[in-house]
């Protein structure tokens, strides 16, 4: 009868819907991991074949954005832009950085150096947030007449790679009003929560997600990856 | 003996802080005229960056950047800094540290001079007072025997 | 501007004054140890609230600079003496 039909022709519709979306899917997760491949094996490649070309420029690169760093600290503390200070700057900051140039960027690939710092300083403003917001939290709870806390020690199983990024998301866990990073044991985590609120804000892993998105690490499947492979696959079935 | 931290924050952190505090005392070092600082308080923050480095990494690693050699020639080359301008003033016949007779070699007048003058004494005020704090740190720390390379040998 | 600096740096006094207390009474270093660092970044504040009432701002600045930077060390010397010792 019609009903039926309709109902069959419903559940099937579904079930293609379903079955695409999951179809959909799979080719994403299939085009982010491609992408990462490639990259890796780009980046071995070329580490292996000119290590000696690869070192130097490596180091001559290191060397032009630590003394330009320099240069903007300079600026930023003597207030006086005259040509005698000025050249004092300029000199002061070659030798800072001919003798440290290895300190600030230690295991970069070359070309990665740009957007690994524009990533960075676009998640400032979203861990400012966060800030504020487990300021009130914190206030909340230590002004409230019973004190609802429940501190905690927490273990978290990280995916993260490199040293930097591991002190990246240690100094943003601290930082935040609530938790403090206690020890980094191996790719565990040992954190100190407050709270259940705060301790469940950090185990959902939306701070581990965003840091991993800085430094390129990580297969994960995060919000502004898919956004930019669909535009990409869009274009090409079109 | 300092040893190596096995801290993989504290060991990152202060790779990334130690260049900003050396610019920090450069900056300290030849603003002596205009905001408190000058050379023994440039020195001693110049110090300050490598004693973090030698408390964190310990000193077989940091031994390639500053060594006890190197510390011991420092010390010498600042107070050949500071009594070399001296006696120069002394031979283009003026008193001893008296600046303004360095504007009979340098195209500037005697203001400017004297003001040339102050900023390399403080300069080499600023070296020697950096060596000699780390060589004192080392000899404290390590109770007077430094693994250098001479030791090495007397060992085998 | 000044009346409200002003509060906040008695404020900020009463507050390190405070924790004075655990520098003082303290059971063990590591609560002295924190103590002193926490008022160490009180101390920065009302530094730079000198400065405001002197007018010459950019004087302290370098001060407080100097300060902080020698708080950090100093925390990181204690902590390396204090794992130094604990292992022997």
């Given at each position: 009868m019609e009903v039926t039909l309709l109902m069959q022709a419903i559940e099937d519709s579904f079930r293609i819907v379903e079955e695409s979306r999951k179809d959909a899917e799979e080719l994403l997760k299939t085009g982010c991991r491609v992408t990462a491949e490639v990259r890796n094996v780009e980046g071995e490649k070329i580490k292996a074949f000119l290590t000696g070309a690869h070192q130097s420029k490596v180091r001559f690169q290191n060397f032009v954005v630590t003394f330009l760093i320099m240069m903007a600290f300079w600026a930023l503390l003597s207030g006086k832009f005259d040509t005698f200070h000025l050249s004092l700057g300029v000199i002061c900051s070659g030798i800072v950085a001919y003798f440290g140039h290895s300190l600030i960027f230690?295991?970069?690939?070359?070309?990665?150096?740009?957007?690994?710092?524009?990533?960075?300083?676009?998640?400032?403003?979203w861990l400012l947030y966060q800030i504020v917001l487990s300021n009130f939290h914190v206030a909340y709870l230590a002004l409230s007449p019973k004190m609802p806390i429940n501190p905690s020690i927490i273990q978290l199983p990280s995916k993260l790679e490199s040293d930097i990024s591991y002190v990246t998301l240690a100094n943003s866990i601290t930082l935040t009003p609530g938790t403090i990073t206690m020890d980094i044991d191996e790719d565990n985590f040992i954190v100190h929560a407050l709270s259940d609120k705060v301790a469940d804000d950090l185990k959902t892993g939306e701070m581990e997600d965003r840091v991993a998105h800085i430094y390129m690490e990580a297969d994960h499947l995060y919000v502004q990856d898919v956004l930019d492979m669909s535009q990409i696959f869009s274009n090409i079935a079109r | 003996m300092v040893f190596r931290s096995e801290d993989v924050i504290v060991k990152t952190i202060s790779r990334i802080l130690v260049p900003f505090i050396q610019l920090y005392a450069l900056y300290v070092i030849m603003h002596g005229h205009y905001s408190p600082g000058g050379g023994f308080q440039g020195g001693v923050i110049l110090a300050a960056s490598f004693i973090l480095m030698l408390l964190t990494y310990g000193y077989g690693e940091t031994k390639e950047r500053i060594s006890e050699k190197l510390v011991n020639l420092f010390s010498s080359i600042g107070v050949l800094i500071y009594a070399g301008i001296g006696f120069l003033c002394l031979l283009l016949l003026g008193n001893f540290l008296d600046y303004s007779q360095l504007a009979r070699i340098l195209p500037v007048e005697a203001a400017r001079a004297r003001s040339l003058g102050i900023l390399g004494v403080e300069l080499g005020v600023g070296l020697a007072v950096m060596a000699v704090m780390i060589s004192i740190f080392l000899d404290i720390s390590s109770g007077g025997v430094v693994p250098d390379d001479r030791d090495v040998d007397e060992d085998e | 501007m000044n009346t409200f600096l002003l509060a906040v740096g008695i404020v900020l006094c009463l507050l390190a004054i405070l924790v004075l207390y655990r520098v003082v009474f303290g059971p063990g270093v590591f609560n002295r140890i924190a103590a002193i660092s926490a008022i160490g970044t009180k101390t920065l504040i009302i530094l730079l609230?000198?400065?405001?009432?002197?007018?010459?701002?950019?004087?302290?600045?370098?001060?407080?600079?100097?300060?902080?930077?020698?708080?950090?060390?100093?925390?990181?010397?204690?902590?390396?003496?204090?794992?130094?010792?604990?292992?022997?």
């Open positions: 230690h295991n970069v690939r070359v070309g990665d150096t740009r957007l690994i710092t524009w990533r960075f300083i676009k998640y400032i403003p | - | 609230i000198f400065g405001f009432f002197y007018g010459r701002v950019e004087m302290f600045i370098d001060i407080s600079l100097v300060y902080a930077l020698l708080n950090f060390i100093g925390c990181v010397a204690a902590a390396k003496y204090l794992e130094m010792e604990r292992e022997r």
